[in-house]
């Protein structure tokens, strides 16, 4: 499914102010589709009225989406999460609704959209990943009522020093840390357990994953335990778990292997829903710094059949080169650590 991504705007707000342009340039040029929907404010600012604005666009919300509110856009958000599921949600000069008091100046303004209970159980249920980013100079909605929001969603808040409301006045044309959370996927890398058997076993079972790579797989649980036994303290393999920074989920393994010869990597991303989000790439970019920075290795290479065009990009952008054959190989002083490689364009 696509990732769609959704940014809603606060009251008395519109989809051409702040950071807001900018950020949806910066992801369609990574090649997401990014909607913005204009909502009435502050005439017709009310929940109801907002809510049928959304509809127009709730066919492209999906559970791989992602979505970001500003302002008033939070206790909108939190709304819609009560009913839809989403990969995740950030959260930006938000406030929790039910804290929020009455005496606030754009209380009033807002009521439609507080006054009720929220049910934070199926909120939480329906995204995995909240980001809260607040400033501790917000002039409208103090980091008190951010830090109430965190706490029903088991998050912390992100506290960016002067960063006021947010808004263009407070110099917000651009979200530089919004868009590197969003747009780089946040990966980390431990050794295999011994308790990951039965998610490895799945995705070697799934031709869908297996199509293009070299065999030999064991073809009973019991090799795949054997296999598991002799290799995973083997001194010259590092077997390593791809984990989900934002879901710390369990989403493939890349591992080094030969270390005492002629090292070579080999990865598989066995949830598919994780493909062409660019976690093989930032997985495999992290695995290099590993080999080059620590390891001190200084050649790595691997092989990969013709077909897998999708893998040959992937190596591509983290400066892997053809050497032969089905081989490419990666020199130290042609890894490039931190480069971010636009999208592929279609048809090119
Ligand atoms: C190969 C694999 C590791 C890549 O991981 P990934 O997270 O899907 O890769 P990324 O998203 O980082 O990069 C994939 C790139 O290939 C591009 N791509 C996808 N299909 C493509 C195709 N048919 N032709 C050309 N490029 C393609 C994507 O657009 C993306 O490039 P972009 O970022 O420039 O748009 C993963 O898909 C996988 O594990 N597949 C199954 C197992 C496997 O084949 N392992 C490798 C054995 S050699």
Redesign the pocket.
Known sequence: MEANIFIIHGAYGHPEENWFPWLKNELEK??RKVFVPKFPTPEGNTLENWLKVFKKHEEFLNEDSIVIGHSLGVPFLLTILENKSVASAYFVAGYNPETLPKTNEWYELVKTFVAKPFNWKKIKENCKNFQIYHSDNDPYFPLELAEDLAKPLNTKVNIIRGAGHFNEKAGYTKFEKLLEEIAI?SILLRPIRHSDIDICWKWINDP???????GPFPETFEEEQKWFEENLNKKTEKLLAIIDKKTNAHI?NIGIHNLDKDPSL?????E?S???????????REALKYCFQELKLSKIS????PE????????E?VGFKKAGGETMEILEKNFMPHTL????QKNS
């Open positions: 990574r090649g996927p869908e994953v297996t199509r293009h790579m070299a493939g080999g990865i598989i991303i066995g598919k994780y493909w062409d989000k660019g976690y093989g790439t930032t997985a495999i691997l092989t990969v059949s897998n065009k999708r893998a040959i990009r992937c190596y952008k490689c636009p999208k592929t």
